[in-house]
C-alpha cells in the first residue's frame, strides 16, 4: 500500500467511526451543528477569501480561462449565499428515521422500514470550492460523515473551508470527522478513494462527463452517478409556435453551463418552416452557434454542419445541435441513442403525441411543455441536492436528503419463534 493510500484510508476509517455516532442524533444537534457552520463561514471569512485568492493566482498563471476563474472564485457576497444555503438546509425536515411504511403481520410481528443514513459518503468534485461546503451540509443533515476530494485547483479554498467547518463543529455534539477533505490533490489521491471499498460507502463523482465516467470505470466503492446532461427538446408537429421558441431558448441559454441545459433540439418537420426561421434568429441574437444537419443548415447560412459527435456531445457551452424528423418516433429513437438519460423535453398541443413521448422516453425527467432547466431539486420543491443522479438504482432524479439516505427494517415481536 503507497503512502497516499494508507493516508486516504486513514481518514476513511476516522470517517467509517464518526458516522456511526452520527447517525442517531437528533435533528436538533445537527441543526444546531449546522447553524454553527454558517456563522463561522461568514466570520473567518477573510481567511477563506485570502485562501481562494492563492488557488486564483496559480489558475491565472497556468493560463485557466476566465470561467473558469470565475467558477472559482470566492467573493464575501458569495460567502455569505453559501452560508445562507447551509442555513437553508438547516431548515429542512430531516429524513433519519421517518417510517417508510410499517404494519403488524397475522403474526403480531409489527414491521416498520425506516430511513437510516447511508454512512460515509464521498464526494470527487471539480472547480467549484461551493460544493465543499453544499456536500458537507448535505450529508451531515442526512446523517451521514462526509469525505470530500476536490480538485487540485480550489486545494486552498478547500482547505480553508474544511479548517473553518470542522472547528465550528467542536462542541456541537457532532463529530469533527464527520466532515473531512481527503488528503493529496493527485490523481492517485482520487483512485485510493474510489478503492477504498468497505470504509466508504458509496461515491457521488460531480463534474464533467469525463470525470464521472473515471469514477464509474474506476471504482470498486458503489457509485451514483450524477450529472452528465445531453438533454434533448422536441418540437412536434402539434407545437404551439410561441411555447415552442420560448422552450427552446431557455432550456439552452438560461445558464449553459449546466447539466439540465438542452444540447440538441430536433423539430418535427411539418412544423419547420415555421418553427425554425423564428428559432434560430432568436439563438443567433444570444449568440448561440448552431450545429445542424443539411435540412435545418437550409434555413440560416451561418449554420455549422452538423457531424455525428454533435449529437453525442454535452457542450456546456452557448452551442446546440438541431436536427429535423419526420415523426415522433424517429426523435424518440435518436433520443434513445444519444441521450444520457438525464432530461428531455416535448412541446405539443396534442395529448396523444405527449403520452407517447412520455412512455418511450426513458430518462431520469420528461418534460412535457416547459423547460429542461426546471430539473433540479429547488425547483422540485426538494430543497438543496447533492446533485441529479442519472442511474436506475438507489436513487434517480434530483437528490435531496431522502435520497442520501437508505432503509432498514426494525420488527418487534413479543417472544416469536418461527
Not at 195 to 207: E, K, N, S, Y
Not at 290 to 318: F, K, N, Q
Not at 330 to 340: G, L, P, W
Amino acid at each position: 500500500m503507497s503512502d497516499i493510500e494508507r493516508d486516504v484510508h486513514a481518514v476513511a476509517r476516522r470517517a467509517k467511526d464518526a458516522a456511526v455516532d452520527l447517525a442517531p442524533l437528533s435533528r436538533a444537534v445537527k441543526d444546531a451543528a449546522l447553524l454553527a457552520m454558517a456563522e463561522a463561514l461568514v466570520k473567518q471569512v477573510d481567511e477563506i477569501v485570502a485562501a481562494n485568492a492563492e488557488d486564483i493566482t496559480r489558475a491565472r498563471e497556468s493560463g485557466a480561462a476566465e470561467a473558469m476563474i470565475d467558477r472559482l472564485a470566492l467573493t464575501p457576497r458569495r460567502i455569505e449565499a453559501i452560508a445562507d444555503a447551509v442555513r437553508a438546509i438547516a431548515e429542512l425536515p430531516d429524513p433519519v428515521g421517518e417510517v417508510v411504511r410499517g404494519r403488524t403481520l397475522p403474526n403480531g410481528l409489527e414491521l416498520r422500514q425506516i430511513r437510516v443514513p447511508l454512512g460515509v459518503i464521498g464526494i470527487i468534485y471539480e472547480g467549484r470550492p461551493n460544493v465543499t461546503v453544499d456536500a458537507a451540509a448535505l450529508c451531515l443533515k442526512s446523517g451521514n460523515a462526509a469525505l470530500l476530494r476536490g480538485s487540485s485547483s480550489a486545494y486552498a479554498s478547500n482547505t480553508a473551508i474544511v479548517r473553518v467547518l470542522r472547528e465550528a463543529l467542536e462542541g456541537t455534539g457532532v463529530p469533527v470527522d464527520a466532515v473531512q477533505l481527503v488528503p493529496g490533490t493527485g490523481r492517485d489521491s482520487a483512485q485510493a478513494l474510489m478503492r477504498a471499498r468497505g470504509l466508504v460507502d458509496v461515491l457521488i463523482p460531480r463534474g464533467g462527463g469525463s470525470l464521472i465516467q473515471t469514477v464509474v470505470r474506476e471504482s470498486t466503492v458503489p457509485v451514483i452517478e450524477t450529472g452528465e446532461g445531453n438533454c434533448h427538446v422536441y418540437v412536434d408537429e402539434a407545437a404551439d409556435l410561441g411555447k415552442a421558441v420560448a422552450i427552446a431558448v431557455n432550456s439552452k441559454t438560461h445558464r449553459c453551463s449546466t447539466c439540465n441545459t438542452a444540447e440538441t433540439l430536433l423539430v418535427h418537420s411539418a412544423i419547420a418552416d415555421r418553427f425554425l426561421p423564428a428559432v434560430l434568429a432568436e439563438l443567433k441574437d444570444l449568440g448561440v452557434t448552431v450545429h445542424g444537419d443539411e435540412r435545418t443548415r437550409s434555413y440560416d447560412a451561418d449554420v455549422v454542419p452538423a457531424t455525428e459527435d454533435d449529437w453525442a456531445t454535452e457542450y456546456l457551452s452557448l452551442d446546440l445541435a438541431v436536427k429535423v424528423v419526420d415523426s415522433l418516433d424517429e426523435a424518440v429513437d435518436h433520443i434513445r441513442r444519444y441521450s444520457t438519460a438525464h432530461t428531455e423535453a416535448i412541446v405539443t398541443d396534442s395529448q396523444s403525441a405527449a403520452r407517447r413521448f412520455v412512455e418511450r422516453v426513458d430518462s431520469t425527467a420528461v418534460m412535457v411543455n416547459a423547460s429542461t432547466r426546471f430539473t433540479d431539486g429547488g425547483e422540485f420543491g426538494f430543497g438543496a441536492e447533492i446533485g441529479i443522479s442519472t442511474q436506475k438504482l438507489h436513487a434517480r432524479g434530483p437528490m435531496g436528503l431522502p435520497e442520501m439516505t437508505s432503509t432498514k427494517y426494525v420488527i418487534t415481536g413479543d417472544g416469536h419463534v418461527r
